[in-house]
């Protein structure tokens, strides 16, 4: 079996794709990866073997160059930080290829945690891109805003499922009726963060009802107050 590496490779920007990303990706022989990702490193592609992959048939393309792998090195490159919201895929891959190396990248929680100017010590960070239940993560939320913390979440969107899906304005119409405040809590909604699409949306949470995001959105909701060294003494 020939190397394999899983790793980040930004929000969307080239500009945030690291060298040691790159170095990566260009002595590779095999990538594999969904449309947008492999869009955001098209540059560094030339004379690979590409695979484009879908959620319907990434376990097939997995399976095939894994039997042909050999002494090829392969790269599964991930939008954002591999490392945040994409442990299934990166735990199927562990299963088939076995030794699988992992490249950290940019992740849109940290862009937006700085554009949103909120800490992400100080901050909870949520993603609901799960395939399973996120009913354990409806609870974190709300403890979280209990907790009088700054929350960071991805949502989910799941258009042809309405039970799963759980975007911007869903997050707000479930707070209100969990007897939130949502009036009173400001957030920001970032959309297509670091491309020439990036747009943002800053109110309050009951703003985002029936309002309609971007599939590439990350949710600020911040109750984090400055706390400078000065006001510690």
């Not at 009173?184 to 309002?211: M, P, Q, R, Y």
Request: negative net charge.
């Amino acid at each position: 079996m020939g190397e394999v590496y899983a790793v980040g490779v930004g929000p969307g920007s080239p500009r945030y794709l690291t060298d040691a990303v790159k170095e990566v990706i260009l002595y590779s022989d095999v990538v594999i990866g969904y449309k947008y990702t492999l869009n955001i490193i098209e540059r560094l592609l030339s004379g690979k073997e590409v695979h484009e992959v879908t959620m319907q048939n990434q376990e097939d393309v997995y399976q095939q160059v894994a039997k042909t792998l050999v002494d090829k090195t392969c790269v599964i490159p991930f939008t954002g930080d591999v490392n945040f919201s994409e442990s299934e895929v990166v735990d199927r891959l562990i299963e088939i290829f076995g030794d699988v190396q992992i490249i950290p990248g940019i992740s849109s929680v940290q862009i937006a945690a700085s554009k949103a100017k909120i800490p992400l010590d100080k901050s909870k960070v949520i993603t609901m891109h799960v395939t399973g239940s996120i009913e354990e993560k409806k609870l974190e939320l709300k403890k979280a805003l209990l907790d009088e913390m700054s929350v960071i979440i991805l949502p989910r969107p799941w258009p042809n499922d309405s039970t799963k899906h759980f975007m911007p304005s869903e997050i707000a119409t479930y707070l209100r009726k969990e007897g939130f405040e949502t009036e009173k809590i400001k957030a920001h909604v970032f959309e297509f963060l670091t491309t020439k699409n990036e747009k943002s949306f800053v109110g309050t949470i009951k703003d985002l009802e029936n309002k309609q995001f971007s599939d590439l959105s990350v949710v600020v909701f911040a109750q984090t107050e400055l706390e400078s060294y000065t006001s510690l003494k």
